[in-house]
T-cell receptor, first 115, second 115 residues
Framework: AQSVTQPDIHITVSEGASLELRCNYSYGATPYLFWYVQSPGQGLQLLLKYFSGDTLVQGIKGFEAEFKRSQSSFNLRKPSVHWSDAAEYFC?????????????FGKGTHLIIQP | EAGVAQSPRYKIIEKRQSVAFWCNPI?????LYWYQQILGQGPKLLIQ????????DSQLPKDRFSAERLKGVDSTLKIQPAKLEDSAVYLC?????????????FGPGTRLTVL
């Protein structure tokens, strides 16, 4: 069974500083990988996804993520955070190939932005 | 393009009562999912439909939860009877596979409070 670990429950970053959120997954083959953001009272918004090809993926709002097969990781990065980035971030894994392909989510990382 | 619609947005009930949630996916999306998101956790897949057939319901507590998608479009999720631990946000999502791979869209969710 697939699983996702987000080791950091909370992260505090100063506005303008760089950000890296960690995500490790467990899956037998190369999965589909996703990062979602959820602001208070808001729905889940897709930041970026990896299916295949280039291991560095660009997303919306200036975010990027790098798939590292050897480390089973898919860390999210942003060079300079804005106060509006404060939210809950979820990493998710999906099984490629159709069929039962519902996403398995991590527990999330709560991002706090200091002025 | 209209998004995934869910209703109601909020529901408060007492334990042992029944409740039902409704979801209307994006037009043309054959695959529909229900997720449960307990406060402080990532969403957990409850059930996946492909058209009107169940693909995966391995994590659905079938003694109290039921779901249907009779005509392959709208879906309802029912809890009978509700327990305190069912307090959560229930998310509906629909998926289409296109040129950019798997595209999953989440609805705004129904926040259930069981007293």
């Amino acid at each position: 069974a697939q699983s996702v670990t987000q080791p950091d429950i909370h992260i505090t970053v100063s506005e303008g500083a760089s950000l890296e959120l960690r995500c490790n997954y467990s899956y037998g083959a190369t999965p589909y990988l996703f990062w979602y953001v959820q602001s208070p009272g808001q729905g889940l918004q897709l930041l970026l996804k990896y299916f295949s090809g280039d291991t560095l993926v660009q997303g919306i709002k200036g975010f990027e993520a790098e798939f590292k097969r050897s480390q089973s990781s898919f860390n999210l990065r942003k060079p300079s955070v804005h106060w509006s980035d404060a939210a809950e971030y979820f990493c998710a894994v999906g099984a490629p190939g159709g069929g039962a392909d519902g996403l398995t989510f991590g527990k999330g990382t709560h991002l706090i932005i200091q002025p | 393009e209209a998004g995934v619609a869910q209703s109601p947005r909020y529901k408060i009930i007492e334990k042992r009562q029944s409740v039902a949630f409704w979801c209307n996916p994006i037009s043309g999306h054959a695959t529909l999912y229900w997720y449960q998101q307990i406060l402080g956790q990532g969403p957990k897949l409850l059930i996946q439909f492909q058209n009107n057939g169940v693909v995966d319901d391995s994590q659905l507590p079938k003694d109290r939860f039921s779901a249907e998608r009779l005509k392959g479009v709208d879906s309802t999720l029912k809890i009978q009877p509700a327990k305190l631990e069912d307090s959560a946000v229930y998310l509906c999502a629909s998926t289409i596979t296109g040129l950019e791979g798997l595209q999953t869209y989440f609805g705004p969710g129904t926040r259930l409070t069981v007293l």
